[in-house]
């Protein structure tokens, strides 16, 4: 079954720190994201990818960094984290041609202290 | 500002009330999908609608596109119904990544 898995699932980093939280889908999806979710805000997106090699800014980049070395995998990367980055994050997959078909994993729950 | 307003924030019914859930859009409407989240769980499509009125069990989607709004309408509730609902909006451009409204939180009790 084509399928989205983030890990890790849950993380507890230190202020400073360097935090990377990976996501690999099964779908053969062109397009990969990385949303947050925070209590009021809804999910808000901070990088996409078109594809294997590409990295796109979303609406809240600032602090992160995105790396999409294969089809399957694209990495959020946090090189020094903050208590203000404590969040749910969620990666999805779309195929990306307009037929709406997005596949989220189940989130990683990250505590910056 | 918010492209994509949830209203109401949260909803208390009891078991077999029925419940409507608004979803209104500033920007024009573009490829509408509900998605159902529970309590520390990922996101589940329940409807892709970007026009007109579909139904699937209790539930019952209808976009309305020049008025840039679409509902959710719970029939019957049931406590398997408690959870959050989020709309969400496809961006024509940035990957088509969907845009989120804050969701709303229903809860059910017998």
């Known amino acids: 079954e084509a399928a989205v898995t983030q890990s890790p699932r849950n993380k507890v980093a230190v202020t400073g720190g360097k935090v990377t939280l990976s996501c690999n889908q099964t779908?053969?999806?062109?397009?990969m994201y990385w949303y947050r979710q925070d209590t009021g805000h809804g999910l808000r997106l901070i990088h996409y990818?078109?594809?294997?090699?590409?990295?796109e800014k979303g609406d809240i980049p600032d602090g992160y960094k995105a790396s999409r070395p294969s089809q399957e995998n694209f990495s959020l990367i946090l090189e020094l984290a903050t208590p203000s980055q404590t969040s749910v994050y969620f990666c999805?997959?779309?195929?990306?041609?307009?037929?709406?078909?997005?596949?989220f994993g189940s989130g990683t729950r990250l505590l910056v202290i | 500002g918010q492209q994509v307003q949830q209203s109401p924030t949260s909803l208390v019914l009891q078991e077999g009330e029925n419940a409507e859930l608004q979803c209104n859009f500033s920007?024009?409407?573009?490829?509408m999908q509900w998605f159902y989240q529970r309590p520390g769980g990922s996101l589940i499509s329940v409807f892709y609608?970007?026009?007109g009125t579909k139904q699937s069990g209790r539930l019952t989607s209808t976009t309305v596109i020049k008025e840039r709004r679409s509902s959710l309408h719970i029939s019957s509730s049931q406590i398997t119904d408690s959870g959050t609902y989020l709309c969400?909006?496809?961006?024509?451009?940035?990957?088509?990544?969907?845009?989120f409204g804050t969701g709303t939180t229903v809860s059910v009790s017998p």
């Open positions: 999805a997959s779309g195929d990306g041609t307009g037929n709406s078909d997005y596949t």
């Open positions: 779908n053969n999806h062109n397009n």
């Open positions: 990818s078109y594809g294997a090699g590409s990295t």
């Open positions: 920007t024009s409407l573009n490829s």
């Open positions: 609608n970007p026009s």
């Open positions: 969400a909006m496809e961006q024509g451009t940035g990957g088509r990544a969907l845009i």
